[in-house]
């Protein structure tokens, strides 16, 4: 019986990449630093904090913490990410659907991101999402990013105090290699969603193509 899914919310219930990446482009360039060419020499990062991400471009371009501290960068592009979600957020069709068929079923909904708590918040309000989720475990609850399962650990431990549920009855919804990797490694069942292609294969539980297919798995999973 399913009690409970942690749903990552990046790109597996909203497209950010756009608002992200120019938010992440502003807060370079106001060090003289260039987002785009940080890019090209690291490549992707799908799923990991944006802290990691910002010092792995940072560092990429041979500018030290003294010089651009991670701190500021990420308080100047907390600054242009607010004001370019209006237009630069958007929920993903069925995202509204798929977080709601958890509790239509008896289940939990909670949000696991390796975004801060407070981008969590700004989209959750945005889009009426609060009243549908339980809690919600951020970037900045964990010390360790994804792929580690700290942020899935630690989610399935704060369920217990809503109520008592068996990793095998939980499921965790993903679109990264990364994220995959995190809840496999916490033991906790896993439904892929990818939007992009993965950056390495691996193995889940379940796989599906879009979110509107997701309220007839939690229909299964519920035995409904």
Same mark, same amino acid.
């Given at each position: 019986?399913? !009690?409970?899914?942690?749903?990552?919310?990046?790109?597996?219930?909203?497209?950010?990449?756009?608002?992200?990446?120019?938010?992440?482009?502003?807060?370079?360039?106001?060090?003289?630093?260039? &987002?785009?060419?940080?890019?090209?020499?690291?490549?992707?990062?799908?799923?990991?904090?944006?802290?990691?991400?910002?010092?792995?471009?940072?560092?990429?371009?041979?500018?030290?913490?003294?010089?651009?501290? /991670?701190? $500021?960068?990420?308080?100047?592009? &907390?600054?242009?990410?607010?004001?370019?979600?209006?237009?630069? /957020?958007?929920?993903?069709?069925?995202?509204?659907?798929? /977080?709601? !068929?958890?509790?239509?079923?008896? =289940?939990? =909904?909670?949000?696991?991101?390796?975004?801060?708590?407070?981008?969590?918040?700004?989209?959750?309000?945005? #889009?009426?999402?609060?009243?549908?989720?339980?809690?919600?475990?951020?970037?900045?609850?964990?010390?360790?990013?994804?792929?580690?399962?700290?942020? #899935?650990?630690? =989610? #399935?431990?704060?369920?217990? !105090?809503?109520?008592? =549920?068996?990793?095998?009855?939980?499921?965790?919804?993903?679109?990264?290699?990364?994220? /995959?990797?995190?809840?496999?490694?916490?033991?906790?069942?896993?439904?892929?969603?990818?939007? #992009?292609?993965?950056?390495?294969?691996?193995?889940?539980?379940?796989?599906? $193509? !879009?979110?509107?297919?997701?309220?007839?798995?939690?229909?299964?999973?519920?035995?409904?």
């Amino acid at each position: 019986m399913l !009690s409970a899914v942690f749903f990552d919310l990046d790109e597996t219930l909203i497209d950010a990449d756009g608002c992200h990446r120019e938010a992440s482009r502003r807060a370079f360039a106001a060090f003289g630093m260039d &987002w785009d060419a940080a890019l090209r020499r690291t490549g992707p990062f799908f799923g990991r904090r944006m802290r990691e991400i910002l010092e792995a471009r940072r560092d990429a371009l041979g500018v030290d913490e003294s010089t651009a501290p /991670v701190d $500021t960068l990420l308080a100047l592009r &907390w600054e242009h990410y607010v004001d370019l979600f209006p237009a630069g /957020v958007c929920l993903l069709p069925g995202a509204s659907e798929a /977080v709601a !068929s958890v509790s239509d079923h008896g =289940a939990m =909904a909670a949000i696991v991101s390796s975004s801060e708590r407070a981008t969590v918040a700004l989209t959750m309000e945005h #889009y009426g999402l609060s009243r549908l989720v339980s809690f919600v475990v951020g970037g900045d609850d964990v010390t360790r990013g994804k792929p580690d399962p700290e942020c #899935y650990e630690v =989610a #399935y431990h704060r369920l217990q !105090s809503f109520r008592l =549920a068996a990793k095998h009855d939980c499921l965790v919804v993903e679109d990264s290699s990364v994220g /995959v990797t995190a809840a496999r490694s916490a033991g906790i069942p896993v439904c892929l969603i990818p939007r #992009y292609p993965l950056a390495e294969p691996v193995k889940s539980e379940y796989a599906l $193509t !879009s979110l509107a297919e997701f309220p007839a798995l939690v229909a299964r999973l519920s035995g409904r």
